[in-house]
């Protein structure tokens, strides 16, 4: 079995990516190097994998069977079979591995010793920054890596709710998390949409919309879809109304991110502008090791809210990834 697991949002369409240059074009006023986006959009991405904390004691066990010393990583088990390993800049426990193409038949990954995941989607996890004992709701959570990132980084302590439109997308989520041994995951099949009012309130939201995908370019499956404008301009209203119902949802003083693997201002800013209130503030962050540019306030003719400009747009070319767009909104008030 071949296993990558995509940037997360939104269905594949069956016909294959054609013409990267083009689906771009209406962003070449907004990136710095043109030709490197486009050069870097033609490239298959990197294969990235994460040690799973909770599983640390097989680890060690896997480790002193292959002859490494016990403090060994996921990454110095990998290398010791001759794989080309590279610690991530910006996230511990996580490594680009080079000549591992079927990273599902390794022993770590069946023991559920790491996950295999895109670069750039395990960052909104971390500018969620959930912590232990925190009632934590992924609305639209399928397949599943944002959850299990968010799930091990409390140390399995509180409570994720993993809600999903659709029930058969929801078996990968299922099989993750008990492969990761995952025990702070509830799994809802639920249409965001209209998620119950009285579910909340949730001290965190991750928020990772379908959208068109437009991030996925270096996907090199054959079944990845490429992003076509009347995907970009049909989705603001679908993603505006699970903000809106997300919005209602999350405590005083409790953090949203709102996220999507495309460039699109008008499936991130616009959507921002017109479904956020006064009681949001789209707070500035970064991480450090992995860059992005600022959102924009004015697109199309129109001017949008000015903390629309505190989003983080993670360009292909910046730092070898797929596409994102994230912004970390906090609802005013404090926690009553």
């Not at 490594?95 to 895109?118: A, S």
């Not at 699970?242 to 460039?263: E, Q």
Request: aromatic content about 6%; charged content about 25%; overall charge neutral.
């Amino acid at each position: 079995m071949h296993l990558r697991e995509p940037g997360g949002c939104g269905e594949y369409a069956a016909d294959p990516m054609q013409d990267t240059t083009q689906a771009l074009l209406r962003y070449k006023d907004l990136v710095d190097d043109w030709e490197a986006l486009v050069e870097t959009s033609h490239r298959p991405l990197p294969l990235v994998v994460w040690e799973n904390p909770l599983r640390r004691a097989h680890v060690e066990r896997l480790a002193i069977a292959t002859g490494l010393d016990r403090r060994a990583t996921v990454g110095e088990l990998l290398a010791s079979r001759g794989y080309e390993v590279e610690p991530l800049a910006w996230r511990g426990g996580a490594w680009r591995v080079r000549g591992l193409d079927k990273p599902g038949r390794t022993i770590e990954h069946y023991l559920g010793l790491m996950h295999v995941q895109e670069e750039v989607s395990l960052a909104p996890s971390a500018v969620l920054g959930a912590e232990s004992g925190e009632t934590v709701l992924d609305l639209c959570a399928a397949p599943g890596g944002k959850t299990a990132c968010i799930a091990v980084g409390m140390a399995n302590r509180g409570t994720v709710v993993a809600n999903d439109l659709r029930p058969q997308r929801l078996r990968a989520l299922r099989s993750n998390c008990e492969r990761l041994g995952i025990r702070n995951v509830v799994v809802t099949p639920i249409n965001g949409t209209r998620f119950p009012d009285d579910a909340g309130p949730f001290d965190r939201m991750l928020l990772d919309v379908p959208c068109s995908c437009e991030g996925n370019l270096r996907d090199s499956r054959p079944t990845a879809r490429r992003a076509r404008r009347n995907q970009v301009e049909g989705r603001g209203g679908l993603q505006a109304t699970l903000l809106g119902r997300a919005w209602k949802l999350l405590r005083p003083g409790g953090v949203l991110v709102y996220s999507t693997c495309t460039f699109a201002p008008e499936e991130n800013e616009l959507v921002l502008d017109h479904a956020l209130g006064e009681d949001a503030t789209i707070e500035p962050f970064s991480i450090a090791g992995l860059r992005h540019d600022a959102g924009v306030s004015h697109w199309a003719g129109k001017s949008l809210r000015a903390d629309c400009a505190n989003l983080a747009r993670y360009w292909p070319h910046h730092n070898d990834t797929g596409g994102f767009t994230i912004a970390r909104v906090r609802k005013a008030g404090a926690h009553g």
